[in-house]
């Protein structure tokens, strides 16, 4: 199968457990619009594969329903795997829900997703130019995702990390780290 293939399989499964899992939370779209700042029929859309999903918003609905989004994106792959059309794949550990400042938190991590992936990118001895061969994209598309220029696409992000052999969680972990690390305060030497 084309690698572009897949990694839109992965952004439906990504979307059909999301709306699972919100399913099995009872968190209907009209309860999670205002947390996320985004519209419900917007929501809906991006649920049912009608337009892209944003990283932002799938890490902005992971807080709310008090998951970790790295093991959503395992859960989802997990599901693509196994072309599962369940409601969900299986029930993902649940925390205390965060709601502040979500639709910020979202854009953090997708910024964090695509600087997460660029490191890797160098760190594994890969091009941006030879990863975007490898996913079928224009090198100057991958560039401006991976430099924060154009939000990077789920789909995308998916690809990229198979191709450089790294693992979709671990891709969220190590993103979600870097995120963290962004989102401390500045200490005052004083």
């Not at 594969?49 to 990283?55: C, K, Q, S, V």
């Not at 599962?84 to 639709?103: F, K, M």
């Not at 953090?108 to 061969?133: G, P």
């Not at 990390?161 to 870097?178: D, H, M, N, Q």
């Amino acid at each position: 199968m084309v690698q572009a293939e897949v990694g839109a399989r992965f952004a439906e499964s990504l979307a059909e457990e999301l709306k699972g899992q919100l399913a099995f939370s009872d968190m209907r779209l009209i309860d999670l619009a205002p947390l996320v700042q985004t519209g419900a029929a917007t929501i809906s859309r991006w649920l049912r594969g009608e337009r892209a999903l944003p990283f932002a918003f799938a890490y902005s609905a992971t807080c709310a329903m008090g998951m970790d989004v790295a093991d959503l994106l395992v859960i989802a792959e997990k599901r693509m795997r196994a072309q599962s059309t369940g409601a969900i794949t299986e029930i993902a550990a649940r925390g205390p829900a965060v709601t502040r400042n979500l639709r910020a938190q979202g854009s953090l991590f997708a910024e964090s997703v695509a600087s997460e992936l660029k490191a890797q990118i160098a760190e594994r001895s890969w091009t941006v130019a030879a990863v975007a061969e490898a996913t079928g994209h224009f090198p100057a598309v991958a560039g401006g995702w991976l430099a924060g220029r154009r939000t990077i696409p789920v789909h995308f992000a998916y690809n990229a990390a198979s191709v450089i052999g790294l693992e979709v969680g671990e891709l969220g972990k190590l993103a979600t780290l870097r995120m963290d690390r962004f989102d401390q305060p500045e200490v005052d030497g004083n």
